[in-house]
């Protein structure tokens, strides 16, 4: 693979670390794991920065600065390198031959749709785990923003090299299952053509579970109309979360999301996984039996204290030991969160979770849980819960209600279809997922600066057009003059040149929103640049009686547009050719 022009720089300064080692400059075997090549805070200073000496002074047993002059010394052989100094306590500021970032440009080219891709991941197996909404329902709004940040996630993650499991966890036990199928039953008897009246209260009222109804009736014709409930609620539950499950995986589609893995809850109970659990954990002297604490702050009157099986959360940080079990012998939620984990760790490297900012209070026990397993197993399993907040979504300047109960809410396929898989998408990206967040119908689909869908969709369709326009001209890009690029075009190159350090800086902090970001700042940087032609007709990506630049300038705006189309793949976002 072609290098990019900041791994190149690094490869450079790794190579004179190397150097310096052999001279004994450097201890043999120093550790170069922190050393950054970056650009500088203030472009003023220069193209680069580096903090290699500032890193390594104290293993060279010297200050940082004297260090630097060491390092400064070599780079300044390098012909590509037009100055390397030396600011504050050991900072090394370098500035490039322009001829650098026109190579960059050439790069992209070649590189294509692999521009930005990395191998930092090296192949580790990273389970994302994400949406596992109830199947009571259809997909409404509260679950879109999890579902899209957990898809750009694990794309963000396989371009930086991870293998990437995308998991949704199906929660087909305990009691809002068997309302589904209480609910599901009630309108199979309607199909049957009887009259059901007022959905009574405590069922799923909406209209949503009437094609259940009906398919059921089909299915079974009027078998179950008069049972009594022990002889259909199983049979129910099942049916009823199979064609929910159709509607959500068909809900998902319409965002371009799919998964690689639907785990269900009630399989987990059935194979004995938690069970299987806690005989680990009990191994492991991580769960014992033991008696919880009376609520404080809390007059109940009929409290008794219960032997329950408790996992040793304490040990990692958590404020309490949590029961595995409840009084009745069955599951906790935790108890079979903890089980379903393991069953994650047995085929990934590291876990991730994408859930909704209402579980917080959950986060530190479950993380307590993973800990413990990697303690045990003996090796570390590295586990991120990524919380996300509610959307509130606007219609005429109200907020639309989202109740799964009532029946009353906007589902992702009404919002897909008025404003379309991309505005959705990029849109709920636009702001960290920990962030509160308004969905304005009026303002994602206004065509101006301040909605960033159109900005950084107009940049691509308009590079578009101007490519377009260039060959009904007979011209087309060309990179054997790249020379006649200057300093506006300099500029440019180097915002498209930060995208596959954005890439990796992404995917280790595991926000994808960073992308939409820098995306928006990439479309700013191209429309500023086109802009110049406006007031000066020279600064045009055409210019007149002038091919060969005008060559040179379609080639630049050709992998300006290149990159743009890599970002946006990585939200899952066309790149349109006209708007």
């Known amino acids: 693979m072609t290098d990019t022009l900041y791994a190149a720089y690094a490869a450079k300064i790794d190579a004179v670390l190397a150097a310096m080692e052999a001279e004994g400059k450097l201890p043999p075997g120093t550790s170069r794991a922190n050393v950054s090549v970056e650009p500088p805070r203030d472009p003023s200073h220069g193209d680069l920065a580096t903090n290699a000496a500032m890193v390594l002074a104290k293993a060279a047993k010297t200050n940082p600065r004297a260090l630097a002059e060491a390092i400064v010394e070599h780079l300044q052989r390098d012909p590509a390198i037009t100055s390397a100094e030396i600011a504050g306590p050991g900072f090394i500021n370098l500035r490039l031959a322009p001829q650098s970032w026109t190579d960059e440009l050439s790069a992209i080219a070649a590189m294509g749709d692999d521009y930005g891709k990395s191998s930092m991941g090296a192949g580790t197996r990273v389970n994302v785990e994400y949406v596992s909404a109830n199947p009571t329902g259809p997909m409404h709004m509260g679950h879109c923003r999890g579902a899209v940040v957990g898809d750009a996630l694990s794309s963000l993650l396989e371009h930086a090299g991870h293998k990437v499991i995308r998991e949704y966890y199906v929660n087909d036990a305990g009691g809002q299952v068997d309302t589904l199928a209480r609910?599901?039953?009630?309108?199979?008897?309607?199909?049957?053509?009887?009259?059901?009246?007022?959905?009574?209260?405590?069922?799923?009222?909406?209209?949503?579970?009437?094609?259940?109804?009906?398919?059921?009736?089909?299915?079974?014709?009027?078998?179950?109309?008069?049972e009594p409930e022990q002889e259909w609620l199983p049979l129910f539950r099942a049916f009823a979360v199979e064609r929910m499950m159709e509607v959500i995986k068909s809900d998902l589609a319409l965002l371009g999301i799919?998964?690689?893995?639907?785990?269900?809850?009630?399989?987990?109970?059935?194979?004995?996984?938690?069970?299987?659990?806690?005989?680990?954990?009990?191994?492991h002297d991580l769960v014992y039996d033991g008696v919880l604490e009376k609520p404080k702050g809390k007059t109940i009157d009929d409290w008794e204290p219960v032997e329950l099986p408790l996992f040793r959360s304490t040990k990692f940080g958590d404020d309490q030991d949590r029961p595995i079990k409840k009084s009745d012998g069955k599951w906790t939620y935790f108890g079979a969160d903890l089980a379903y984990h393991m069953q994650k760790a047995e085929n990934a490297d590291a876990l991730i979770d994408i859930w909704g900012a209402d579980h917080a209070g959950t986060v530190k026990r479950i993380k307590a849980a993973v800990a413990a397993l990697s303690e045990g197993q003996g090796k570390p399993i590295p586990f991120d819960v990524k919380l996300v907040q509610m959307v509130q979504l606007l219609r005429d300047g109200e907020p639309a209600k989202m109740s799964k109960r009532s029946g009353n809410f906007v589902t992702i396929a009404d919002m897909v279809e008025e404003v379309g898989k991309d505005v959705v998408r990029f849109t709920m990206l636009t702001r960290k997922p920990e962030a509160q967040m308004d969905f304005d119908f009026a303002k994602v689909v206004e065509a101006s600066k301040d909605n960033p869908v159109f900005y950084v969709q107009y940049a691509h369709a308009r590079i578009c057009s101007i490519l377009r326009k260039a060959k009904d001209e007979g011209l087309a890009p060309a990179a054997d003059k790249l020379?006649?690029?200057?300093?506006?075009?300099?500029?440019?190159?180097?915002?498209?040149?930060?995208?596959?350090?954005?890439?990796?800086?992404?995917?280790?902090?595991?926000?994808?929103?960073?992308?939409?970001?820098?995306?928006?700042?990439?479309?700013?940087?191209?429309?500023?640049?086109?802009?110049?032609?406006?007031?000066?007709?020279?600064?045009?990506?055409?210019?007149?009686?002038?091919?060969?630049?005008?060559?040179?300038?379609?080639?630049?705006?050709?992998?300006?547009?290149?990159?743009?189309?890599?970002?946006?793949?990585?939200?899952?976002?066309?790149?349109?050719?006209?708007?």
């Open 258 to 283: 799919e998964h690689d893995v639907f785990a269900s809850e009630a399989a987990l109970q059935a194979a004995k996984k938690p069970e299987a659990a806690e005989a680990w954990l009990r191994e």
């Open 483 to 579: 020379d006649l690029l200057g300093e506006d075009e300099l500029t440019l190159i180097k915002a498209a040149a930060q995208f596959p350090r954005e890439v990796e800086a992404a995917a280790r902090a595991r926000e994808p929103h960073r992308i939409a970001f820098y995306l928006y700042d990439l479309a700013a940087a191209f429309h500023a640049f086109w802009n110049l032609g406006n007031d000066d007709p020279e600064k045009r990506i055409i210019v007149a009686q002038q091919p060969e630049l005008s060559a040179a300038r379609l080639f630049l705006a050709t992998q300006i547009g290149q990159v743009i189309r890599n970002g946006l793949g990585i939200l899952g976002v066309e790149a349109v050719e006209e708007l």
């Open 183 to 226: 609910s599901a039953h009630l309108r199979y008897c309607e199909a049957l053509g009887e009259d059901i009246g007022e959905i009574p209260e405590g069922f799923y009222p909406g209209d949503y579970l009437v094609p259940v109804g009906k398919a059921a009736a089909e299915e079974f014709g009027d078998r179950f109309q008069n």
